[in-house]
């Protein structure tokens, strides 16, 4: 399974022998939690084709269902056992039920709620939504994130608190406001328009005149790292409507890795996507001076959302993780910034010469810095950059890069 190659601090260590599977010969320990212990309680069910449907969508239910083909023989029985078991101590609580699909003797349900083939997924049903988590499988991250789960698929932005709280959210996410009348029918389309994207996008309204809307009925999406935000058209007021104009429009050219988005955005691209990985540390001088350039980069190329995605990394959030990244890809990434187009499945990238930069005086070089990373993002669009052009002969390989500017220090003195 994917998902047991990233580990967190707070990850979870089953202790149990191998091959346990009753939950009272079950032992789990919450590292850095010594308090918190497995009481040894089974809070989750078995789901059937026969009996889903009106167990999820029961009104008044919140329900966390897990899908997977693990089975009982699995030696990574105890870690799924050890992170349903240790989030359904907390959170039943709270109203949650926690159930589990084996989506290999149920496929038929399998292929209703839409889960692939020898997937592990989690999809958590309230009020009749569905909202699937892409985060790590940790007790911590996943329930911080249920817990954070809106009540309304549409956030109401009453005062300046709920104003500020909102304008925080930059690059976090992909943000769609509009401005409506209380009670309207374009805001119930809205809403329901906003259901079948909880999860992964945040839903926002307005009563009055802010954040750029000027009429009753405007809607506008923000993306990550992009300074102007998209219109929707004025004819979109209806919930088919706002579904598809969110679905053309909903990848923005760069996103943020973190523990909550993890699978939504480490997974293959689609077949016309250009993947791109960049390393930053945001605490370093050149780290600094590089994330300003992606800024730039991924606002400059907004026109190409959709086909260019930039997945930005910070490797101090995953510090058991970047040994297996740099073998993965044959980068040294505590060296400095690093960012290539890549491919995850073959665990292949070809990465930009960042010689052709000067991050040690980024005002300086600016212009020259921007020129260099557009001309290689350029090449990448246009496909003379391409990860099936790395096994060819040297005939086929791309110009060299132009020397760097005069005066630049090579990436040794950087």
Same mark, same amino acid.
């Given at each position: 399974?994917?998902?047991?190659?990233?580990?967190?601090?707070?990850?979870?260590?089953?202790?149990?022998?191998?091959?346990?599977?009753?939950?009272?010969?079950?032992?789990?320990?919450?590292?850095?939690?010594?308090?918190?212990?497995?009481?040894?309680?089974?809070?989750?069910?078995?789901?059937?084709?026969?009996?889903?449907?009106?167990?999820?969508?029961?009104?008044?239910?919140?329900?966390?269902?897990?899908?997977?083909?693990?089975?009982?023989?699995?030696?990574?029985?105890?870690?799924?056992?050890?992170?349903?078991?240790?989030?359904?101590?907390?959170?039943?609580?709270?109203?949650?039920?926690?159930?589990?699909?084996?989506?290999?003797?149920?496929?038929?349900?399998?292929?209703?709620?839409?889960?692939?083939?020898?997937?592990?997924?989690?999809?958590?049903?309230?009020?009749?939504?569905?909202?699937?988590?892409?985060?790590?499988?940790?007790?911590?991250?996943?329930?911080?994130?249920?817990?954070?789960?809106?009540?309304?698929?549409?956030?109401?932005?009453?005062?300046?608190?709920?104003?500020?709280?909102?304008?925080?959210?930059?690059?976090?996410?992909?943000?769609?406001?509009?401005?409506?009348?209380?009670?309207?029918?374009?805001?119930?389309?809205?809403?329901?328009?906003?259901?079948?994207?909880? *999860?992964?996008?945040?839903?926002?309204?307005?009563?009055?005149?802010?954040?750029?809307?000027?009429?009753?009925?405007?809607?506008?999406?923000?993306?990550?790292?992009?300074?102007?935000?998209?219109?929707?058209?004025?004819?979109?007021?209806?919930?088919?409507?706002?579904?598809?104009?969110?679905?053309?429009?909903?990848?923005?050219?760069?996103?943020?890795?973190?523990?909550?988005?993890?699978?939504?955005?480490?997974?293959?691209?689609?077949?016309?996507?250009?993947?791109?990985?960049?390393?930053?540390?945001?605490?370093?001088?050149?780290?600094?001076?590089?994330?300003?350039?992606?800024?730039?980069?991924?606002?400059?190329?907004?026109?190409?959302?959709?086909?260019?995605?930039?997945?930005?990394?910070?490797?101090?959030?995953?510090?058991?993780?970047?040994?297996?990244?740099?073998?993965?890809? *044959?980068?040294?990434?505590?060296?400095?910034?690093?960012? *290539?187009?890549?491919?995850?499945?073959?665990?292949?990238?070809?990465?930009?010469?960042?010689?052709?930069?000067?991050?040690?005086?980024?005002?300086?070089?600016?212009?020259?810095?921007?020129?260099?990373?557009?001309?290689?993002?350029?090449?990448?669009?246009?496909?003379?950059?391409?990860?099936?052009?790395?096994?060819?002969?040297?005939?086929?390989?791309?110009?060299?890069?132009?020397?760097?500017?005069?005066?630049?220090?090579?990436?040794?003195?950087?």
């Amino acid at each position: 399974m994917t998902w047991i190659q990233l580990v967190s601090v707070w990850f979870i260590v089953a202790l149990a022998s191998a091959g346990i599977s009753k939950n009272e010969d079950l032992e789990c320990m919450f590292l850095g939690y010594p308090d918190l212990e497995y009481d040894g309680f089974d809070r989750t069910e078995i789901l059937t084709e026969k009996i889903f449907n009106r167990t999820v969508f029961a009104e008044d239910t919140k329900s966390v269902v897990f899908f997977n083909d693990v089975e009982e023989d699995d030696s990574e029985l105890d870690q799924y056992e050890c992170f349903l078991q240790l989030s359904a101590q907390i959170m039943t609580k709270r109203g949650y039920n926690f159930y589990t699909v084996n989506t290999t003797k149920e496929q038929r349900l399998r292929k209703q709620e839409e889960v692939e083939k020898g997937e592990d997924t989690i999809h958590v049903y309230k009020d009749g939504y569905k909202i699937e988590y892409n985060g790590v499988r940790d007790p911590e991250t996943f329930v911080s994130w249920l817990m954070d789960i809106p009540d309304d698929p549409v956030t109401i932005i009453n005062d300046e608190h709920d104003l500020e709280e909102f304008e925080n959210m930059d690059d976090e996410c992909v943000r769609i406001i509009g401005y409506f009348e209380p009670g309207s029918v374009a805001l119930k389309e809205f809403e329901e328009a906003a259901e079948d994207f909880m *999860g992964e996008i945040e839903f926002f309204a307005v009563w009055a005149r802010k954040v750029g809307l000027k009429r009753v009925g405007e809607v506008q999406m923000r993306r990550p790292f992009e300074e102007d935000p998209l219109f929707a058209p004025t004819s979109a007021d209806t919930e088919e409507e706002f579904e598809e104009w969110v679905e053309k429009n909903k990848e923005p050219v760069m996103q943020k890795l973190t523990l909550d988005n993890y699978f939504n955005l480490w997974r293959d691209p689609e077949e016309d996507e250009k993947m791109i990985l960049a390393f930053v540390d945001e605490e370093t001088r050149e780290g600094r001076a590089m994330k300003k350039l992606l800024d730039k980069i991924a606002d400059e190329n907004s026109e190409h959302a959709g086909t260019l995605e930039i997945i930005l990394i910070d490797p101090d959030e995953f510090p058991l993780m970047v040994d297996v990244w740099e073998d993965m890809f *044959g980068i040294d990434i505590e060296e400095g910034p690093q960012i *290539g187009l890549i491919d995850i499945s073959e665990k292949e990238g070809i990465w930009f010469d960042m010689s052709q930069v000067n991050l040690d005086d980024p005002r300086k070089h600016s212009d020259s810095n921007f020129e260099a990373l557009q001309s290689w993002i350029d090449q990448i669009i246009s496909g003379s950059i391409a990860l099936d052009d790395d096994d060819d002969n040297d005939d086929n390989e791309p110009p060299a890069p132009p020397p760097p500017p005069k005066g630049k220090k090579s990436r040794k003195e950087l």
